[in-house]
Nanobody, 126 residues
Framework: QVQLAESGGGLVQAGGSLTVSCTISGGNFGRSRMGWFRQAPGKEREFVAAIDRDGRTTFYADSVKGRFTTSRDNSVNTRNLQMNNLKPDDTAVYYC???????????????????WGQGTQVTVSS
């Protein structure tokens, strides 16, 4: 059974930086694509970024492009989301998600992913 454990997040002032990490355990996730999503109160869960299993191909939502970077740690089972120049609109619960057959045309849809982390709160004050 694949499990995702998130760490990081917290409270930061606008313009600051935070990193959220997602550690994967169990199962065979070597062929999986990871997605990052966020959900603000009263809003739908939205796509933030995705990274392919090789760690070299990444995708970003327009709202975070140039500010957020997702990467693979040296260990194959950890992915990071580095968030710079944070804005109050970035305030949300952030989730990592894993799917074994997520095609590019579907990667922005939460329903394309099978496994989810518990979520971590990111709060940006103005």
């Amino acid at each position: 059974q694949v499990q995702l454990a998130e760490s990081g997040g917290g409270l930061v002032q606008a313009g600051g930086s935070l990193t959220v990490s997602c550690t994967i355990s169990g199962g065979n996730f070597g062929r999986s694509r990871m997605g990052w999503f966020r959900q603000a109160p009263g809003k739908e869960r939205e796509f933030v970024a995705a990274i392919d299993r090789d760690g070299r191909t990444t995708f970003y939502a327009d709202s975070v492009k140039g500010r957020f970077t997702t990467s693979r740690d040296n260990s194959v089972n950890t992915r990071n989301l580095q968030m710079n120049n944070l804005k109050p609109d970035d305030t949300a619960v952030y989730y990592c998600a894993l799917g074994s057959s997520v095609i590019t045309s579907q990667m922005r849809q939460p329903s394309a992913y099978t496994y989810w982390g518990q979520g971590t709160q990111v709060t940006v004050s103005s």
